[in-house]
């Protein structure tokens, strides 16, 4: 039997650590088990792309300033930006100009710099796609979420609209990730990606869950309205692009069998039961994933 583990966290455990231990419970029952380790930001992406990309840079960037460092003076061929805690309020401008006082000069000594490199900025999954500007661009969302007038939006896109011109650019889908610094990712070649998209691009998951017979996953909590959250999310819709079967572990689980099948989880085993605030124990998972790996192994 071949099982694929991929969790968020559980039990104060970090998604890596989490899967390893549901992984060696399945194995003790004799089952060929690949761990996949996955996060959409902080440590646990930190942690996951040190597995699924060993010969990447990966930088974190939780600053403009960090940004502009990482991508100024960042070494390799092949390198990752993780931007997904990056707050940027100048459309770029500063990190542009680490490459030089005129913008126009900096975009091509920034290419130049790039050339034959690989470059990712990864990004929150809603930010992929986000324009520069308009209704969906970032003035409309982020801006707004933060209490921006309307007057501010239409600024905000007027003064975004002049940059983009000024560089000679045309904003396309994923100019206005990171608060704008899509559109220099994109001006230099590079490619804006969510995190969880890269990481099972990295990984080779689609061939892998392929192969599987099971698919385990799981989170601290179950409930209707997040289903787990974007990792498990993300692995149930892997998962049924093969046809392969989920199951989820978690700390707590509200949801109703009913509901987890529409959510496309077989079911989904709660280490502890009733409502309440505290997190199970790593001790837990272990005396589970051991009592499950032994109902669904064949």
């Not at 088990?33 to 992406?45: F, I, Q, R, T």
Request: contains cysteine; hydrophobic residues 50%; negative net charge.
């Amino acid at each position: 039997m071949r099982v694929v583990v991929a969790t968020d966290a559980i039990s104060g455990l970090s998604p890596s650590a989490a899967s390893e231990t549901i992984a060696r419970a399945f194995a003790g029952k004799g089952a060929q088990v690949a761990v996949v380790p996955l996060g959409v930001d902080g440590d646990a992406l930190a942690e996951a792309a040190r597995v699924a990309a060993p010969g990447a840079v990966f930088i974190r960037a939780r600053s403009a300033a960090e940004a502009a460092e990482a991508l100024a003076d960042g070494e390799g061929d092949d390198v990752v930006v993780d931007l997904t805690e990056c707050p940027v309020d100048d459309l770029g401008r500063s990190i542009l100009a680490a490459f030089g006082e005129d913008p126009a000069t900096a975009l091509s000594a920034a290419r130049a710099a790039w050339h034959g490199r690989k470059l990712v900025a990864l990004v929150p999954p809603g930010e992929v796609a986000r324009p520069l500007t308009g209704l969906e661009g970032h003035a409309s969302t982020v801006l707004r979420a933060a209490g921006a007038t309307l007057q501010e939006i239409l600024t905000f896109d007027a003064d975004a609209e002049r940059w983009a011109a000024s560089l000679g650019l045309e904003p396309g889908p994923g100019s206005g990730a990171a608060g704008g610094v899509g559109l220099l990712v994109t001006a230099f070649g590079g490619r804006v990606v969510d995190p969880l998209e890269w990481l099972a691009g990295r990984y080779g998951l689609g061939g892998t869950l392929a192969r599987a017979d099971l698919v385990v996953t799981g989170a601290e909590l179950m409930e209707f309205h997040e289903v787990g959250g974007p990792v498990v999310k993300r692995v149930v819709a892997w998962a049924e692009q093969h046809l392969r079967p989920v199951i989820a572990i978690a700390g707590r689980n509200y949801i109703s069998s009913r509901e987890l099948r529409n959510a496309g989880l077989e079911t989904a085993h709660a280490l502890r039961e009733g409502a309440a605030d505290d997190t199970s124990s790593p001790e837990e998972l272990e005396a589970a994933a051991g009592r499950i790996a032994a109902s669904w192994t064949w």
